[in-house]
Every structure is written in C-alpha cells, then in structure tokens.
C-alpha cells in the first residue's frame, strides 16, 4: 500500500465527516443540498485509497490511475446537481448538465489511456462536452437562478467550482496523463490540493453560504 496516499484517503475521510457535521439541522431545499454534499469527499477518499492499494491500469509505458476519473464521473454530476438545486433548474437542465460532466469525465478517461491522433480526437470529445457544461451552467442553470432564494449563492458557488475545473485540465497536460509537458514537476500535491478545495471546500462554501432553512 502506498502510504501517501492512504494518508491523503484518511485526510478525505475526515473532510466527509466534518461536511457531514456542518449539514446537520438543515431543512425544505436545503436538507437535499447537505444530504449530496458528503459524498463528495467520500467518492475521492475511496478512491484515493484504492490508488493507494495498486488499482491501475497499464497504458504502454505509463500506469494510469482510472479511479480519479471514475470519481469525476461521480462527482462531477454531482457538483451540477447541487448547483441545480441552488438554483431551481427544471428537470432537464440538470439532467442535461449532469449527462455532460460525467460524459466529459469518461471522455477525458479514454484520452488518457490512448496516444497519438486518438488522444487528440477524444481530447476533442471531452473539451466540446465540457464546453457545453458551461453554456448550461453560465445560461440556462443562470438564468433559472436569478428568480431563486439563493441566487447570491448560486452565483458564488458556480464561479468557484468553475474556477477549480478550469484548473484540473492544466495539471491533466502538464503530468503523465496528458502530455507530460512538466513530468519533473510534483504535481501529486496540485492534483489533492484541487481535489481538496472542490471535493471539501465547495461544500463547506455551499453550507456556509445557502439558507438553512430554504423551502422547497
């Protein structure tokens, strides 16, 4: 077992436990938005330990660790699902926004595991589906917000989490998994600290920021 990252497994499980502690009492609309949020530290733990126990996969001369992107095709949907509940999207645009978080995720999975003109084709995939994630978070998750209780939040929230997506793709480039543009660089801390603020900070941010007692 690599004991660095059981180490950051055991950190996630405390940062579940303690959204856990902070989503207690709440209820309406927000009793939904506390239920969800735990298992956003929860989903990278668990898989931040089965990389710390050897689940791999062997892509030519390079050993990808698939669990990560198995949790973005999670929490991904997730995080959108919450947003969507901030904002009091209709059905199909949460459903719409989920299907591409996860579908961008999975994308960017099979670009990792291949090389050369694939690579870039499903490079291409994953880019174009995140894209459309955030026409649907930037237009019709937005505007579905400006009539709700928590739009202020929603506003926060969104800008934040879009904030750190936009960094996961910069640490994918630069480290083995995409093109190993800085493959000297210890991009192991980047990739848990980013996982950190998403996966425990937005939470966090969510139960500091949405009403309590929201109704439904």
């Known amino acids: 077992m690599n004991p660095t990252l059981a180490t950051v497994a055991a950190g996630f499980g405390g940062g579940a ?24 530290p929860v989903s990278i733990g668990t898989w931040y330990l089965a990389m710390a126990t050897g689940w791999a996969l062997d892509a030519g001369d390079r050993v990808v660790h698939w669990g990560r992107f198995a949790d973005g095709v999670l929490t991904i949907p997730l995080l959108v699902f919450v947003l969507a509940l901030l904002g009091d999207a209709d059905r199909t645009t949460t459903a719409t926004g989920m299907a591409l978080g996860g579908y961008s995720m ?17 490079l291409a995939v994953a880019v174009g589906a995140f894209c459309a994630l955030l026409w649907i978070l930037f237009g019709p ?10 739009a202020p939040a929603f506003g926060r929230v969104r800008n934040v989490v879009v904030a750190l997506f936009l960094l996961y793709p910069v640490v994918w480039v ?43």
């Open 17 to 40: 436990a303690l959204v856990a502690w902070r989503a207690r009492g709440r209820e309406g609309r927000a009793r939904t938005v506390a239920a969800v949020l735990p298992f956003l």
């Open 106 to 122: 999975a994308a960017t999975l099979v670009a990792t595991l291949t090389t050369g003109t694939t690579k870039l084709a499903w």
């Open 174 to 216: 630069l480290g083995a998994p995409g093109f190993a543009l800085a493959p000297t660089l210890p991009l192991l801390p980047a990739r848990v600290a980013l996982d950190a603020a998403l996966k425990i900070g937005v939470p966090l941010l969510v139960l500091a920021w949405f009403p309590p007692a929201d109704a439904d």
């Open 141 to 150: 998750l937005s505007r579905a917000a400006r009539d709700s209780a928590a």
